[in-house]
């Protein structure tokens, strides 16, 4: 039976000043690299190995991708890296602290921002210093590929390929596979394994580190899935969901 993980990065620097991220390249914490380390050794004690691994190109990703394969005596994992799973664009709320976008904005345009599905929050012009920093560090990709604010609905398409042209096919073709990503491309993600609709995608939530296991048919329809917490001395504990058939919305 496949069985797919996917896990959203560390606690952030960013993070902890309540700042929007998005595409901003943010490193981890100290308590990120810890919660990372932890993540690896519950899935060591779940017995959980892989064959390959899928990562955004976002250093926050890529260092809970290293602390994972470091703590799992991995380094050998094939790592393909995909900035199609990178976050959610957040347009020109990057960096910006929640609060301050708030009293920019009001409360409840940042939250239909932030939750609406279909919002796309202002974008990034030709002369602001974080789309310019954006194009250097995507050199290698054609500018206009690359977002510069997307709604949750936009991110989930760009994120939908990368599923099926990719990890579906490795699955499929019988290999392990992990996914260090982020809430919102996880959320595409899980928008095309669960069939979740607008509402039950925009509503999906991931907590830091926390693997979530899918356990999938031949046809990749999920069977349950398992948000594995730390383990401790009471070993690993599982929260099971049991999965409704498809096209009900999420469990
Ligand atoms: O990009 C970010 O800042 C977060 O990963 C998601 O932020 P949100 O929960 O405010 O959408």
Not at 176 to 189: D, E, F, K
Not at 218 to 233: H, K, V, W
Request: proline letters at 6%; hydrophobic letters at 40%.
């Amino acid at each position: 039976m496949p069985t797919l993980v996917l896990i959203r990065h560390g606690a952030t620097r960013w993070g902890q000043e309540n700042r929007f991220a998005g595409w901003g390249d943010t490193p981890l914490s100290v308590a990120g690299w810890t919660e990372a380390r932890k993540a690896a050794q519950t899935l060591r004690r779940a017995n959980l190995e892989f064959d390959v691994a899928y990562c955004s190109r976002l250093l926050r990703a890529r260092e809970t991708l290293e602390a994972i394969t470091e703590t799992m005596a991995a380094e050998t994992l094939p790592v393909v890296v995909d900035w199609r799973l990178n976050e959610r664009h957040y347009g020109q709320l990057q960096e910006v602290t929640r609060p301050a976008a708030i009293a920019e904005h009001g409360n409840a345009q940042v939250v239909a921002w932030r939750r609406d599905y279909h919002a796309v929050p202002p974008l990034l012009e030709d002369d602001d210093p974080r789309w310019l920093e954006q194009v250097a560090r995507f050199a290698d990709i054609d500018p206009t590929r690359l977002p510069r604010g997307e709604s949750l609905g936009d991110a989930a398409a760009r994120v939908r390929p990368v599923f099926e042209e990719e990890i579906g096919p490795a699955l499929k073709a019988g290999k392990r596979v992990l996914v260090v990503a982020h809430t919102s491309s996880i959320r595409g993600l899980a928008r095309v394994i669960e069939n979740l609709d607008d509402e039950a995608s925009a509503a999906f939530r991931i907590a830091t580190a926390i693997p979530r296991i899918y356990q999938l048919d031949d046809d990749l329809t999920p069977q349950s899935s398992q948000d594995l917490a730390g383990g401790g001395r009471a070993g690993v504990r599982y929260w099971a969901n049991k999965l409704k058939p498809r096209g009900l919305g999420r469990f």
